[in-house]
């Protein structure tokens, strides 16, 4: 099992510029979690699938953001127009049907905004 | 509001002391319980997790966490820290009423002194 995989693992991109992060998650997890993490907030919830289907988006922090998951092996997070203060580490993570499992993370992207 | 809390911020130790992270939850009814460690660099790993039976949870590493349901309490133990434990070490917990979503503490930073 090849774990939770993200792409790509740094992108440093220009203020206004579309970027997209790309997750992979564990064949048969059927949840999927897009998180960010920045030292001043920590790790935030920005949204959550089920299923393909979101369940819950009240953590993307403006329409900038969006997020996809068009099938049960990929998901996308989009940032358009990218800001500097956008500027953290996105991770992903996935989880099996069923409680009691918790998640099992990528190695994120390391997004810089300049 | 529901939260998970992690007192400590960051602790600094020397090798071979003992380790207790706190960590308190605030939500009712059946919880699942986690913690997690982020070494330097990279993502965050599975470290231990409770669900039922014995509240003393034995994890990787030598880690130990115990349940204290009367004090919604999941603290973190080792007996003897090693200057490779140095990382980033945060709470989970899930429950029915958060959605069967992780919702994650704010996290400890915990630096080994060799």
């Known amino acids: 099992d090849a774990g939770v995989i993200q792409s790509p693992r740094h992108e440093v991109t220009e203020m206004g510029q579309e970027v997209t992060l790309r997750c992979k998650p564990i064949?048969?997890?059927?949840?999927l979690f897009w998180y960010r993490q920045t030292m001043m907030r920590g790790l935030e919830l920005l949204i959550y699938?089920?299923?393909?289907?979101?369940?819950?988006d009240s953590g993307m922090p403006e329409d900038r953001f969006s997020a996809k998951m068009p099938n049960a092996s990929f998901s996308t997070l989009k940032i358009q127009p990218s800001e500097p203060r956008d500027s953290a580490v996105y991770f992903c993570?996935?989880?099996?049907?069923?409680?009691?499992?918790?998640?099992?993370f990528g190695s994120g992207t390391r997004l810089t905004v300049v | 509001a529901q939260s998970v809390s992690q007192h400590n911020h960051h602790v600094i130790l020397s090798e071979a002391a003992s380790l207790e992270l706190g960590c308190n939850y605030s939500?009712?009814?059946?919880?699942?319980l986690f913690w997690y460690v982020q070494y330097p660099g990279q993502h965050l790993q599975l470290l231990l997790k409770?669900?039922?039976?014995?509240?003393l949870v034995k994890g990787i590493k030598g880690f130990e966490a115990e349940f204290i349901k009367s004090k919604f309490s999941f603290n973190l133990r080792k007996p003897s820290v090693q200057w490779s434990d140095t990382a980033e070490y945060f709470c989970?917990?899930?429950?029915?009423?958060?959605?069967?979503?992780?919702?994650f503490g704010t996290g400890t930073r915990l630096a080994v002194r060799p």
């Open positions: 409770y669900f039922s039976g014995d509240p």
């Open positions: 699938f089920n299923n393909n289907v979101p369940i819950d």
């Open positions: 993570a996935s989880s099996p049907p069923g409680s009691n499992y918790g998640y099992t």
């Open positions: 064949s048969g997890h059927d949840y």
């Open positions: 989970a917990v899930e429950s029915k009423s958060s959605g069967d979503k992780l919702t």
């Open positions: 939500y009712g009814g059946t919880v699942n």
